[in-house]
């Protein structure tokens, strides 16, 4: 110092400026190099979506964000999500040392609100850094559940009726959606009708009966579209022989038989009019297919019943049968007993013992050739005759009964069946 404070005037002052500078430079440098060490170790995050006024939807919301850690951080531990600044869940860290998917859960208590969110990345030496605020972000209502179950049916010859399950209760209408296929070439889908919330069924009133047709219905609201009902087309319905026949047995039961003419069911509706309405109502469904008749037993005496029969498919439900008509008879009245067969000049004889009294029109008498196969009416006598000569029997064992006559397609039960081989 002493060296210095002997120099010249201008030397000092040049040596003290030099002497500053460098400890200026050294000071800064040190200082520097501290403060970036520091921010090294210190993780990163950024909210690329959903942003500041965007809009969510109750229910789940992917957080779209990429994140890393600083120099010396030890790799990313875990997350934290704050809504409206207040702490909602911990995401720990993917074991392969990726991100995890984070979501923006927002419960229905808020739809229609604003809100605003946070994510908070913690790496493993406890070094934290937290995202920007995202504020503003409109709660709207999540999509609605899909449709389900459509089925369809032909009502007359240009429309159809379409049913569906409704299993949402957020929706603010429905789109019906349809595909033709006319000659060959196919129109795509494309919407023809919208209906109002809480629909379940409508009718396509313009359509050839020459033509298939496919049809899809889809719920809205205000934050979309829902997935697509199943698809129902009218492929394979035809009219079809059904030849429906409804007989009544007394008072109590009504016996229904059709010619099953479809390759492609899975089980057959059974439908019949409510006396005080005359409306259809389904009184069953089958269980499987290849079903040609059905006893109804829950009918009362003395009144008329209309049934009518279709058949279900995957996706459809056939156009319907033929209405058969039938009036059950006042009272039950016990079948003919004690039937015998036995040979006669050149055929067979059945006797029997009728119960009816005087309630009896005449008695039908039946045969089947061999162990299967259907009866075949051969003959009928009028109410006072209790026997039946059958001249023309085949060859082989055969097998008879007999049932009464009560009214128009009214009977008695059938008899017992009996055997004789000729």
Same mark, same amino acid.
């Given at each position: 110092?002493?060296?210095?404070?002997?120099?010249?005037?201008?030397?000092?002052?040049?040596?003290?400026?030099?002497?500053?500078?460098?400890?200026?430079?050294?000071? #800064?440098?040190?200082? /520097?190099? =501290?403060?970036?060490?520091?921010?090294?170790?210190?993780?990163?995050?950024?909210?690329?979506?959903?942003?500041?006024?965007?809009?969510?939807?109750?229910?789940?919301?992917?957080?779209?964000? *990429?994140? #890393?850690?600083?120099?010396?951080?030890?790799?990313?531990?875990?997350?934290?999500?704050?809504?409206?600044?207040?702490?909602?869940?911990?995401?720990?860290?993917?074991?392969?040392?990726?991100?995890?998917?984070?979501?923006? /859960?927002?419960?229905?208590?808020?739809?229609?609100?604003?809100?605003?969110?946070?994510?908070? =990345?913690?790496?493993?030496?406890?070094?934290?850094?937290?995202?920007?605020? *995202?504020?503003?972000?409109? =709660?709207?209502?999540?999509?609605?559940?899909?449709?389900?179950?459509?089925?369809?049916?032909?009502?007359?010859?240009?429309?159809?009726?379409?049913?569906?399950? &409704?299993?949402?209760?957020?929706?603010?209408?429905?789109?019906?959606?349809?595909?033709?296929?006319?000659?060959?070439?196919?129109?795509?889908?494309?919407?023809?009708?919208?209906?109002?919330?809480?629909?379940?069924?409508?009718? $396509?009133?313009?359509?050839?009966?020459?033509? $298939?047709?496919? %049809?899809?219905?889809?719920?809205?609201? /205000? #934050?979309?579209? #829902?997935?697509?009902?199943?698809?129902?087309?009218?492929?394979?319905?035809?009219?079809?022989? !059904?030849?429906?026949?409804? /007989?009544?047995?007394?008072?109590?039961?009504?016996?229904?038989? !059709?010619? &099953?003419?479809?390759?492609?069911?899975?089980?057959?509706?059974?439908?019949?009019? $409510?006396?005080?309405?005359?409306?259809?109502?389904?009184?069953?469904?089958?269980?499987?297919?290849?079903?040609?008749?059905?006893? &109804?037993?829950?009918?009362?005496?003395?009144?008329?019943?209309?049934?009518? =029969?279709?058949?279900?498919? *995957?996706?459809?439900?056939?156009? %319907?049968?033929?209405?058969?008509?039938?009036?059950?008879?006042?009272? $039950?009245?016990?079948?003919?007993?004690?039937?015998?067969?036995?040979?006669?000049?050149?055929?067979?004889?059945?006797? !029997?013992?009728?119960?009816?009294?005087?309630?009896?029109?005449?008695?039908?008498?039946?045969?089947?050739?061999?162990?299967?196969?259907?009866?075949?009416?051969?003959?009928?006598?009028?109410?006072?005759?209790?026997?039946?000569? &059958?001249?023309?029997?085949?060859?082989?064992?055969?097998?008879?009964?007999?049932? *009464?006559?009560?009214?128009?397609?009214?009977?008695?039960?059938?008899?017992?069946?009996?055997?004789?081989?000729?």
């Amino acid at each position: 110092m002493e060296l210095i404070f002997n120099m010249p005037y201008k030397i000092r002052v040049f040596s003290f400026a030099v002497i500053a500078a460098i400890f200026s430079i050294f000071v #800064s440098g040190c200082v /520097e190099s =501290v403060t970036d060490t520091q921010n090294s170790t210190l993780p990163s995050i950024s909210v690329f979506s959903p942003k500041t006024n965007d809009t969510v939807k109750v229910g789940k919301n992917i957080i779209n964000f *990429q994140s #890393s850690d600083g120099d010396n951080g030890g790799g990313l531990s875990f997350y934290e999500l704050y809504v409206n600044k207040a702490f909602v869940k911990k995401y720990s860290q993917n074991t392969d040392g990726s991100n995890p998917t984070i979501y923006l /859960e927002v419960d229905s208590t808020l739809l229609g609100t604003r809100i605003s969110y946070s994510l908070k =990345v913690y790496n493993k030496t406890g070094k934290t850094k937290e995202s920007a605020l *995202q504020e503003n972000i409109y =709660v709207k209502d999540k999509v609605p559940t899909a449709p389900t179950n459509l089925l369809l049916t032909r009502y007359g010859n240009n429309s159809i009726i379409l049913k569906w399950d &409704d299993n949402s209760k957020n929706e603010k209408g429905f789109e019906l959606w349809r595909r033709d296929l006319i000659n060959g070439v196919e129109i795509p889908f494309r919407k023809i009708k919208s209906l109002a919330a809480n629909t379940i069924s409508t009718i $396509d009133g313009n359509i050839s009966q020459y033509q $298939d047709y496919s %049809y899809y219905v889809v719920a809205y609201n /205000e #934050s979309g579209y #829902s997935t697509s009902s199943n698809i129902a087309t009218t492929g394979g319905l035809p009219d079809g022989p !059904w030849n429906l026949q409804a /007989e009544a047995i007394g008072a109590s039961l009504v016996n229904l038989k !059709w010619i &099953d003419f479809a390759v492609n069911e899975t089980a057959f509706q059974i439908e019949r009019t $409510d006396p005080l309405t005359n409306e259809f109502k389904v009184i069953k469904i089958t269980e499987g297919p290849n079903i040609t008749e059905y006893t &109804d037993n829950s009918v009362s005496p003395n009144v008329a019943y209309s049934y009518r =029969v279709a058949y279900f498919t *995957q996706t459809s439900l056939s156009a %319907y049968s033929n209405v058969a008509t039938v009036t059950t008879f006042n009272s $039950d009245v016990a079948a003919p007993t004690e039937v015998t067969a036995g040979y006669v000049g050149g055929g067979i004889m059945i006797s !029997w013992k009728s119960n009816s009294k005087d309630l009896s029109k005449g008695t039908i008498i039946e045969r089947r050739v061999g162990s299967s196969g259907n009866f075949v009416e051969i003959g009928s006598v009028t109410s006072d005759k209790t026997s039946f000569i &059958d001249y023309n029997p085949a060859s082989g064992t055969l097998y008879y009964r007999v049932r *009464q006559i009560l009214g128009t397609k009214c009977y008695t039960p059938y008899s017992e069946v009996i055997m004789i081989i000729y």
